[in-house]
């Protein structure tokens, strides 16, 4: 769990670069980082935005995280 930490906290100095398909490259504070690192935050990569339409389009893989994502890139700017 310490190492864990560690780890994230070295990260989160650094920031990150996220690749969006709309929005391109994304470079995260890292204070974002660690917030995007916990796994609350993670638990919405499993959460569907388009409910039970994923089962008739499979490759319809719009997930809640990478929607957040794409709306923190909306709203700075």
């Known amino acids: 769990m310490a190492q ?10 650094l920031g990150k670069v ?3 398909p709309i929005h391109g ?19 919405l990569r499993y959460i569907k935005q388009l409910g039970a339409g994923y089962f008739v ?9 990478s929607t957040l994502l794409g709306l923190r890139t ?3 700017d």
């Open 57 to 65: 389009y499979p490759g319809a893989s719009h997930n809640r995280l």
């Open 25 to 43: 490259h994304m470079e995260m504070h890292p204070l974002l980082v660690l917030i995007i690192d916990t796994p609350h935050f993670q638990r």
């Open 4 to 13: 864990r930490n560690a780890t994230a906290q070295g990260t989160a100095k």
């Open 74 to 76: 909306w709203l700075e």
């Open 18 to 20: 996220f690749n969006d």
